[in-house]
């Protein structure tokens, strides 16, 4: 096992497509060894990662070609666009909720909106939303993480309480929505009131985001 683990690290596509056309189709083991390599913590190449994928592509069952659907998140997005343009199954809500757990931690957009865009759940707390009965503070966070303006702009239209989690904390997605959207911010949080803490700012990683934020703590400012 470690010496085949060891080839398919460490030799050229050349030579692992020798090896691969030589076994003719894969056997059970060899299948698994490839998809546990791919879906483990050491990361290939982008060209071999898509080289693997396409050659195990025909061979593998529904439940496999969803468990390296959700790997491509560990990988460069045109990985993730590559294996969707092939996918030719549903993925389930197993490998959903995965995937946006795991491209919340990634920060991974793409991934992230794709699986929330699918995910029944998500879908039943916007509802929840609407009704009041739901405060999805950790997928706010989570979407603009990502970098979703669209998802966390889904949550304030479906009528989440943004001025109630910038009273609990703010700092948990302020400075990263203001340097998503520094041009936006004023627009997307009119009619909330922040706390006058201008260290918020310094959460910032762009200039432009520093420099919105601080402008509207000015203009909104409440004092603590």
Same mark, same amino acid.
């Given at each position: ?30 299948? +698994? %060894?490839?998809? *546990?390599?791919?879906?483990? %913590? *050491? !990361?290939?190449?982008? %060209? ?9 592509? $025909?061979?593998? /069952? ?5 468990? !390296?659907? #959700? ?6 997005? $045109?990985?993730?666009?590559? #294996? ?24 991974? @957009? ?9 995910? $029944?759940?998500? +879908? ?21 993480? #990502? ?13 989440? /309480?943004?001025? %109630? ?6 700092? /948990?997605?302020?400075? @990263?929505?203001?340097?998503?959207? $520094?041009? =936006? ?5 009119? =009619?909330?009131? !922040?706390?006058?803490? *201008? *260290? ?8 432009? +985001? ?11 400012? #409440?004092?603590?």
């Amino acid at each position: 096992k470690e010496a085949l683990n060891e080839f398919f690290m460490h030799r050229s596509i050349a030579d692992i497509k020798a090896l691969l056309e030589a076994a003719g189709d894969l056997d059970t083991r060899l299948r +698994g %060894e490839l998809i *546990t390599l791919i879906r483990g %913590e *050491t !990361l290939f190449s982008e %060209e071999k990662f898509l080289f693997f994928v396409h050659s195990l592509w $025909p061979q593998l /069952d529904e439940n496999e070609k969803n468990d !390296l659907f #959700v790997a491509t998140i560990n990988y460069p997005e $045109p990985c993730f666009h590559a #294996v969707f343009d092939m996918m030719d199954c549903s993925l389930t809500q197993k490998h959903i909720s995965a995937m946006l757990s795991i491209a919340s931690l990634e920060k991974h @957009k793409a991934a992230w909106e794709f699986a929330a865009d699918r995910s $029944p759940e998500m +879908g039943q707390f916007l509802n929840e939303v609407r009704e009041k009965n739901f405060k999805p503070f950790m997928y706010v966070r989570q979407a603009v993480q #990502v970098g979703s303006l669209r998802w966390f702009d889904a949550f304030i239209s479906a009528g989440f /309480d943004l001025q %109630e989690y910038l009273d609990l904390s703010a700092r /948990d997605f302020l400075p @990263k929505l203001a340097d998503l959207d $520094p041009a =936006g911010l004023k627009n997307r949080l009119a =009619g909330v009131r !922040l706390l006058a803490d *201008t *260290t918020l700012q310094d959460d910032c990683n762009t200039n432009e +985001g520093k420099r919105a934020l601080s402008e509207l703590i000015k203009a909104t400012v #409440v004092v603590s």
